[in-house]
């Protein structure tokens, strides 16, 4: 008999083939914080653990109960999401702004449904893969320009004139920690009469004047953002998404966009969560001053002993090992010392720049950091031949 192409033997070979090449990939938790520190996190303000935050979901469920019930057009969409969508927009001087589940979602309904199928999107090759998902999605041309390579993106605007255009970016770029050239993108794009979408799912909360952005911290005008999405799952420290920008922009996603309109809405509580921790994040910009503040100096010492970093001025410090053994080895040793810093592969990386992708919070102290960087020193000690 013909054995079904879903069979296990069929997937053996390929899982085979995947751990061979050390490419093989396994969910992780972390419910047991006293046997790691966690370097992997993106709860970069420590909002997770907040107790106004975790309060506000707490009464939320107690007084309304766990799930929303229905789609956000159906009967979902509650007077929590409401406020913090009035929220999230007033924080970023935007008209509007619209809730979805993930920033996966949101990007899948900004880059596959803007366009109506018409024109072109172009992409940062480094950009976010929800992004790429979204562009493949929309069935439209797109094409992706060299990492932060404004000219080559302005070569391509000059030669598709006259067309409907969307150019998305990460603010933040998710496994560099660089930021985009938000001033010179978003000048181009309005010479030009492209759309510009700022995926700043890594640049909300952290980067800019009160955490308000990467675009923020680069002094870009709220006039030359018609479209920004913040997530409230990294800094915020809680679950979902927002888009926020024009309000005939977010009034077409409300009309057209799938993901936003056949799903049930996020939880209320989720919502209450998400604008405690907006609140928060405003209140205490120590948090803010401080993961920056730690990533600074790990970068800085980490430099000194030999290992490559990257030009980020973020909480994202990646140390680029290049193959994926080494990426492994040197993730394998941290973990034996205590410390969680996972190695990331492509192809969520270009090959050869396999890296183990340290992350900072707010919650970390400086005792930590350090001994993070002792590891370090005592891995390249053992491990390379100086
Ligand atoms: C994490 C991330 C997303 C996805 O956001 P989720 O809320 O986790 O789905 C989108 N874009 C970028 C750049 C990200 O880093």
Same mark, same amino acid.
């Given at each position: 008999?013909?054995?079904?192409?879903?069979?296990?033997?069929?997937?053996?070979?390929?899982?085979?083939?995947?751990?061979?090449?050390?490419?093989?990939?396994?969910?992780?938790?972390?419910?047991?914080?006293?046997?790691?520190?966690?370097?992997?996190?993106?709860?970069?303000?420590?909002?997770?653990?907040?107790?106004?935050?975790?309060?506000?979901?707490?009464?939320?469920?107690?007084?309304?109960?766990?799930?929303?019930?229905?789609?956000?057009?159906?009967?979902?969409?509650?007077?929590?999401?409401?406020?913090?969508?009035?929220?999230?927009?007033?924080?970023?001087?935007?008209?509007?702004?619209?809730?979805?589940?993930?920033?996966?979602?949101?990007?899948?309904?900004?880059?596959?449904?803007?366009?109506?199928? +018409?024109?072109?999107?172009?992409?940062?090759? *480094? /950009?976010? &893969?929800?992004?790429?998902? #979204? =562009?493949?999605?929309? %069935?439209?041309?797109?094409?992706?320009?060299?990492?932060?390579?404004?000219?080559?993106?302005?070569?391509?605007?000059?030669?598709?004139?006259?067309?409907?255009?969307?150019?998305?970016?990460?603010?933040?770029?998710?496994?560099?920690?660089?930021?985009?050239?938000?001033?010179?993108?978003?000048?181009?794009?309005?010479?030009?009469?492209?759309?510009?979408?700022?995926?700043?799912?890594?640049?909300?909360?952290?980067?800019?004047?009160?955490?308000?952005?990467?675009?923020?911290?680069?002094?870009?005008?709220?006039? +030359?953002?018609?479209?920004?999405?913040?997530? *409230? /799952?990294? &800094?915020?420290?809680?679950? #979902? =998404?927002?888009?926020? %920008?024009?309000?005939?922009?977010?009034?077409?996603?409300?009309?057209?966009?799938?993901?936003?309109?056949?799903?049930?809405?996020?939880?209320?509580?989720?919502?209450?969560?998400?604008?405690?921790?907006?609140?928060?994040?405003?209140?205490?910009?120590?948090?803010?001053?401080?993961?920056?503040?730690?990533?600074?100096?790990?970068?800085?010492?980490?430099?000194?002993?030999?290992?490559?970093?990257?030009?980020?001025?973020?909480?994202?410090?990646?140390?680029?090992?290049?193959?994926?053994?080494?990426?492994?080895?040197?993730?394998?040793?941290?973990?034996?010392?205590?410390?969680? &810093?996972?190695?990331?592969?492509?192809?969520?990386?270009?090959?050869?720049?396999?890296?183990?992708?340290?992350?900072?919070?707010?919650?970390?102290?400086?005792?930590?950091?350090?001994?993070?960087?002792?590891?370090?020193?005592?891995?390249?000690?053992?491990?390379?031949?100086?």
């Amino acid at each position: 008999m013909h054995t079904p192409w879903f069979s296990e033997a069929a997937f053996a070979s390929r899982f085979k083939r995947l751990k061979q090449q050390k490419a093989w990939r396994q969910p992780h938790g972390f419910a047991d914080n006293s046997h790691f520190i966690n370097f992997s996190g993106h709860d970069y303000l420590g909002l997770s653990q907040h107790g106004a935050v975790k309060a506000a979901a707490q009464k939320v469920i107690q007084e309304n109960g766990v799930g929303s019930t229905g789609s956000a057009l159906v009967c979902g969409h509650s007077h929590y999401h409401a406020a913090l969508e009035q929220e999230l927009a007033a924080f970023l001087h935007q008209p509007k702004a619209l809730l979805f589940h993930s920033g996966y979602s949101a990007n899948l309904a900004v880059l596959g449904t803007l366009l109506l199928g +018409q024109g072109a999107i172009f992409l940062d090759r *480094l /950009s976010h &893969a929800s992004l790429i998902e #979204g =562009a493949l999605h929309s %069935g439209v041309y797109f094409r992706r320009f060299q990492h932060k390579k404004v000219a080559q993106l302005s070569q391509w605007l000059g030669q598709h004139k006259g067309k409907p255009i969307m150019v998305a970016t990460d603010g933040v770029f998710s496994m560099d920690g660089d930021e985009a050239p938000l001033r010179e993108l978003a000048k181009l794009c309005q010479q030009q009469g492209a759309l510009l979408y700022v995926d700043d799912a890594h640049g909300f909360g952290v980067l800019g004047p009160q955490g308000k952005g990467t675009a923020a911290k680069a002094g870009v005008p709220t006039s +030359q953002l018609p479209l920004t999405m913040v997530t *409230l /799952s990294k &800094a915020l420290g809680v679950a #979902g =998404a927002a888009v926020v %920008g024009k309000a005939h922009l977010i009034d077409a996603l409300i009309q057209y966009a799938k993901p936003y309109i056949y799903t049930t809405a996020m939880p209320p509580a989720m919502a209450a969560a998400g604008l405690a921790a907006l609140n928060v994040m405003q209140e205490e910009p120590w948090r803010q001053e401080k993961v920056l503040a730690l990533a600074q100096y790990f970068r800085q010492e980490a430099h000194h002993m030999g290992y490559t970093v990257a030009p980020s001025n973020t909480p994202i410090q990646p140390l680029i090992l290049g193959s994926n053994e080494a990426a492994l080895s040197l993730s394998y040793w941290l973990r034996d010392s205590g410390m969680w &810093a996972v190695a990331i592969r492509p192809p969520t990386v270009p090959e050869g720049s396999a890296r183990v992708r340290i992350s900072f919070s707010a919650l970390h102290r400086k005792a930590d950091v350090r001994r993070l960087l002792a590891a370090l020193y005592d891995y390249s000690k053992a491990h390379w031949r100086l």
